[in-house]
């Protein structure tokens, strides 16, 4: 199937909001974490996270992605209590200075998301697929509230120790085929697919999910791809996080082609430059 003829006119009504994939979007990371892997620490307060986010809306954000609990390898995991307490001043601020903006919450558990949801969220990033909060659904479903549907193999603390598949295209797709008749199953059915690139995958896993994301396409739902300065770059290319700007912008270019909807960046210039491009590429 060739990505760039199927057209995704599929549009989420979510917290009164129309969310088009039409063209592709980027999702701005903003980690408000002392230990994530790139920017973890960055911001000393509330007024820095505000000045952050609207310097990538000005860059040409759509969605906003909040990060309260680092999900790096071997991260900490935290409380929900502790994760709220984070999250709260700078999500009321944030969803009162940017109404019309897309605000994606990044957690795995379900009373983190019911909180943000009632302070205006509209879209749940889980990492764990509901896996790691089986009432993670409950509450998307309730809220009837856009979902992002990650893989991801084990959990932070060992995704990372040894990953094995049979076959990690086919093993992860028969894990959509399953989750997303859970959520059907829930009266349930705004989704977003991101196959977790670097969650409990080696290197080669990555390549290759990558290289046949374009079969993800069959369950008609968007797909996300966060693949920004990540290890599957630096490994190859030798950088680290802080020099892998350029390899994060090839492989995006690579997944708009294979289908990618939504590429979830630190960097949110060149990503739009990317989407640009490429949106005019299949034009002509």
């Known amino acids: 199937m060739n990505a760039n003829l199927i057209k995704m006119s599929k549009t989420y009504l979510t917290n009164g909001k129309q969310l088009s994939f039409e063209k592709a979007q980027v999702m701005a990371i903003i980690n408000i974490t002392p230990d994530s892997f790139y920017d973890g620490g960055k911001f000393s307060s509330v007024t820095d996270i ?3 986010a609207e310097m990538k809306i000005h860059e040409g954000a759509t969605i906003i992605d909040i990060g309260a609990a680092s999900s790096r390898p071997n991260a900490i995991a935290i409380s929900a209590k502790d994760e709220i307490s984070r999250l709260r001043e700078p999500l009321m601020k944030l969803r009162k200075e940017f109404p019309e903006i897309f605000i994606s919450i990044d957690t795995y558990l379900a009373d ?15 990492i764990s697929g509901s896996q790691m909060d089986q009432s993670m659904l409950d509450v998307v479903a309730k809220h009837q509230i856009a979902y992002v549907l990650m893989h991801m193999q084990g959990i932070p603390q060992n995704m990372q120790k040894n990953p094995s598949y049979d076959d990690v295209v086919k093993d992860i797709s028969t894990f959509y085929t399953s989750k997303i008749e859970q959520c059907k199953s829930l009266g349930f059915d705004k989704l977003i697919i991101d196959v977790g690139f670097g969650f409990g995958k080696t290197v080669e896993h990555n390549y290759q999910l990558l290289k046949h994301l374009n079969e993800f396409i069959v369950f008609d739902y968007p797909l996300l791809v966060g693949l920004s300065r990540k290890s599957m770059i630096n490994k190859v290319i030798h950088t680290s996080p802080v020099t892998a700007l350029n390899g994060t912008t090839v492989l995006n270019t690579i997944a708009l082609q294979n289908g990618a ?14 989407v640009d491009l490429f949106e005019f590429y299949k034009s002509v």
């Not at 909807?261 to 990317?274: M, P, T, W």
């Open 112 to 126: 983190v998301a019911e909180f943000a949801i009632d302070l205006g969220a509209d879209i749940i990033n889980d």
């Open 261 to 274: 909807k939504i590429l979830r960046v630190h960097d949110i210039k060149e990503a739009k430059q990317a």
């Open 50 to 52: 505000i000045k952050d």
